[in-house]
């Protein structure tokens, strides 16, 4: 009861002298400070907004001109040719004394100044939007830079040297391009070409010939006609119809983990690592609402799209029934807290003041020493979200759209993020290689229920201080994750620290109120439900095998000595690897990002390519000259390359004939080429894991200060999905998973194949064993 009163601002009672009002001054406090803190968000916005609407002009260079035309005219030099005694005509006659011809003169002048600033604004923008279209740069080799790309980087540099904020960029930024369908045809022709034997590519050739010369003209207008319109043409409908539209479980199917450091260990306190990490994240969501982040350039020079930061926080995927919802708030002041089957609501801030990391480890070990039992059906309720979308969406319908289980799930679904703790311990032990693989299992699933998968992110924090995330795919992609998760691990090991003990710094507030407890009204329905969401997710969870290994031979310093990218060494060792394990090349999906267009996401890069295959059937005939092994090799990288390349600057193959699929659909014209091509199972999928984004430690002094990067789910039932993270110069952490229902793979059987790709492709090279 103490909870619910100091929640009352006033109380009154009817006495036969009148009405008594009785304040509470406490709660009119918090009430005042909560009002100035969100007028103070509001102007920081309204600021914000304006600073980032004249980039890269400045309100400093608006009274430049202002003062530059007035001081001109005092001079008697007419900087407007005219212009100004002509907008004076245009200006209303009145009788006010402010109505003088000096007034109406200096009204003129800063008309004439403020259209002169935007109309500079304007143009320098569009003249920034056509630097940034240019895309020459990626394709020269390193080391050999052409005078105009000099001449370009110069002009960029310029035009962006003013301190930008992390949507500055964002009007300047070029749309994603459509590519011509011949070349998109011919590209795609080219990738399947290892794939099919000869009868089965003349006939890929006839349908698509077919579908280039009768049907693509007319879906490739309306695609023009949509990029013209939309701000990117593929990121709306890739987010609608591969993420919010698939019915199946989002747990390890759309799900991905992240891993904290595994070479070092802050401490072992479980509720401090959490309130240094808590904090941290919404210090980090601070600086996103005040745009302090800076924005990621490539090269340093080239600025990449933030959009898909925006719903980093206060995010949640709300299920229905044939299409989920992403519901994104504005603000949130509290997270949502699992521990034991209990559900608890921890406030982040104390009034206007966000609450100390010693603040919240108190918190966090008050539910950590709360020895309540769960509610009947509480312990397994996040189940839910772990099983069939459809289900959920029935379920939320029937039992939580009213009362108290209404308002228990409203305090989860727009907590800022979700938060477990859990009851087990994941580390990784460089002296037992399974420790990595299950470390990496508790994170992409855990025990089906003690995760809210459709959050943006859950926090997961093990009882030795170990942590980790699972991460709701809709929103945006790995990167901008790996943004927030740098910065947070940086800041809770550099900047907040801890005491000797393993303690949060400084001394809690004893007074604060302790964590609520969510109350729910499950009936025996509801429970069943749950139930049968839950043998869903434990039968998927159950089936997926995952081989998560550090490759310690060597890393990025000695591919570098082989003078070719590391991606591309990483996925022609992956090709080799496959056809060890396999003895036959698939499909290959490698990630690769368009953020260097407006709101662009993805692209599919095919690693499987003839030259790889070329280089793989060498290798494995075992009679090739180790130079001519070499060449193959190089012509390989340079195909990989080139490849990723125009799938960065949109020239790619699979976005395009995705969007021209779903024109076709929603004008009913049947393309046989068009289904095929859609239907193909991508038996390999891969990924590379960015680091190092955000520089704020050196990683040559610190380098066991190595996260092991994360992974997800195989997306085919016979295939394996490859996660990877270069981590520094001497170290690769490779997440591979596959699914035990499939005789076909192995996880850990292709984790030992990829192995020893890699040193067989070091060898080739002649490269000393003491280098490595």
Known sequence: MAEAHQAVAFQFTVTPDGVDFRLSREALKHIYLSGINSWKKRLIRIKNGI???????????????????????????????????????????????????QTKALLSMAI???????????????????????????????????????????????????????????????????????????????????????????????????????????????????????????????????????????????????????????????????????????????????????????????????????????????????????????DSRHVAVYHKGRFFKVWLYKGSQLLKPCDLEMQFQRILDDSSPPQPGEERLAALTAGERVDWAEARQAFFSHGKNKAALETVERAAFFVTLDEESHTYDPEDEASLSLY??????????????????????????????????????????????????????????????????????????PPQRLQWDIPEQCQTAIERSYQVAKALADDVELYCFQFMPFGKGLIKKCRTSPDAFVQISLQLAHFRDRGKFCLTYEASMTRMFREGRTETVRSCTSESSAFVQAMMDGHHMKADLQDLFRKASEKHQNMYRLAMTGAGIDRHLFCLYLVSKYLGVTSPFLAEVLSEPWCLSTSQIAQFQIRMFDPNKYPNHLGAGGGFGPVADDGYGVSYMIAGENTIFFHVSSKFSSSETNAQRFGNHIRQALLDIADLFQVPKAAR
């Open 51 to 101: 600073l980032r609407g004249v980039y890269p002009g400045s309100p400093t260079g608006w009274m430049v001109v202002v003062m530059a035309t007035v001081g001109s005219s005092y001079c008697n030099v007419d900087l407007s040719m005219g212009l100004v005694c002509r907008i004076q005509k245009c200006l209303p006659e009145g009788y006010s004394p402010y109505q003088t011809p």
């Open 112 to 330: 004439f100044a403020t259209g002169a600033w935007a109309t500079g604004i304007f143009f320098l923008r569009q003249t920034l939007k056509l630097l940034l279209s240019y895309h020459g740069w990626i394709f020269e080799m390193h080391g050999k830079t052409s005078h105009v790309t000099r001449v370009w980087a110069i002009c960029v540099r310029l035009l962006s040297s003013r301190r930008p904020m992390l949507y500055s960029f964002q009007t300047s930024l070029p749309t994603l391009p459509v590519p011509s369908v011949p070349a998109t045809i011919q590209r795609y022709l080219e990738s399947v070409r290892p794939l099919l034997n000869e009868e089965q590519f003349q006939r890929m050739e006839m349908l698509a010939k077919e579908f280039q010369d009768k049907t693509a003209p007319r879906l490739q207008k309306y695609l023009v006609l949509k990029s013209w319109w939309a701000t990117n043409y593929v990121s709306d409908w890739w987010e609608e119809y591969i993420y919010l539209r698939g019915r199946s479980p989002l747990m390890v199917n759309s799900n991905y983990y992240v891993m904290d450091f595994v070479l070092i260990k802050p401490t072992e306190v479980q509720a401090a690592r959490l309130g240094n990490i808590v904090h941290s994240m919404i210090l980090y969501r601070r600086k996103l609402d005040r745009e302090e982040i800076k924005p990621m350039m490539a090269m340093g020079i080239v600025p990449m799209c933030s959009y898909q930061m925006e719903r980093m926080f206060n995010t949640t995927r709300i299920p229905g029934k044939e299409t989920d919802l992403l519901q994104h708030l504005g």
């Open 440 to 513: 990496g299992k508790a994170l992409l699933h855990g025990s089906c229920y003690n995760r809210w998968f459709d959050k943006s992110f859950t926090l997961i924090a093990f009882k030795n201080g170990q942590l980790g995330l699972n991460t709701e795919h809709a929103w945006a992609d790995a990167p901008i994750i790996g943004h927030l998760w740098e910065f947070v691990l940086a800041t809770d090991t550099f900047h907040l620290g801890y005491t000797e003990t393993g303690h949060c710094l400084g001394q809690p507030n004893h007074a604060l109120e």
